[in-house]
């Protein structure tokens, strides 16, 4: 399939990189199906690390656990391609990676504060501005071959508004009128300036400090969904490798890798 390049924009992304112009293989495109899919596509056939494909909207953007990410063309959607020298399991460490560089990239284009939720979702306002999905595929040495990062901000808010079932739940960086082309380019370079520069300190976890001192969730009750159930919990801490410690109202406690989590309001 066929999808225009959109010049224009990829041409003030690459400006405004600088010497980090030079590292990216970069291309963007008004419309994909989803940047992540594309991009597989490409590590397949060989593409360098730090390709990185950016839409202004997909059709089929995938969230977590095979949900659909709503991807209007008022936001930014944008994959990069990774090739880490890592045991499998530590390529989980790339997902609250991308979440400090892309909530960086946001403060950065501006100017507001903005928190994370575990694991990875990102908030302005308690509204939920940016999602992200990482995708692998290893080799059977069971060494990572590729790791695919995908990050999709919402920039402005959609015409119309958000559908109603994100009414309560989504937010927008930028207020209506912004020039959604110009603020595409600001928050993209600073992105992908953010995701090198934490890729490159990976060994020392240099993103945990800012990953940490975003987070929003910590004492504060929430509730873990986990195979269709609800429980409520208080969450406790967050250890070095992101797990999550809640105790349950039964007094019980659980160190938390993976899994969903609602912040109760």
């Not at 508004?161 to 603020?183: C, K, M, N, R, W």
Request: aromatic share 6%.
């Amino acid at each position: 399939m066929e999808y225009t390049v959109n010049d224009m924009v990829q041409a003030a992304i690459l400006s405004k990189l600088g010497a980090d112009a030079e590292t990216v293989q970069l291309t963007v495109f008004d419309a994909v199906t989803s940047t992540n899919d594309l991009l597989r596509e490409a590590a397949e056939q060989g593409a360098p690390e730090f390709t990185v494909m950016a839409a202004l909207r997909q059709t089929a953007g995938k969230g977590r656990q095979g949900r659909q990410f709503y991807s209007p063309p008022s936001g930014l959607y944008l994959s990069m391609l990774l090739r880490p020298e890592m045991p499998a399991a530590e390529t989980l460490t790339l997902t609250p990676l991308a979440a400090a560089a892309a909530a960086e990239a946001v403060e950065q284009c501006s100017g507001k504060r903005v928190q994370i939720k575990w694991v990875n979702d990102l908030l302005l306002h308690e509204r939920k501005i940016c999602g992200i999905l990482a995708e692998s595929k290893f080799s059977d040495a069971g060494t990572p071959d590729y790791v695919i990062v995908g990050i999709g901000i919402n920039l402005i808010e959609p015409e119309g508004g958000f559908p109603p079932e994100l009414t309560q739940i989504a937010g927008a960086v930028f207020p209506s009128g912004t020039d959604l082309h110009e603020a595409f380019a600001d928050c993209a370079a600073n992105l992908i300036s953010a995701l090198l520069g934490e890729y490159r300190y990976l060994p020392t976890r240099h993103y945990l400090d800012s990953y940490r001192r975003r987070l929003c969730v910590l004492n504060r009750q929430i509730i873990v969904c986990e195979n269709g159930t609800e429980r409520q919990a208080l969450a406790l801490a967050v250890d070095d490798d992101l797990r999550l410690l809640v105790r349950y109202p039964d007094g019980s406690e659980q160190w938390r890798a993976t899994g969903e989590i609602r912040i109760r309001l």
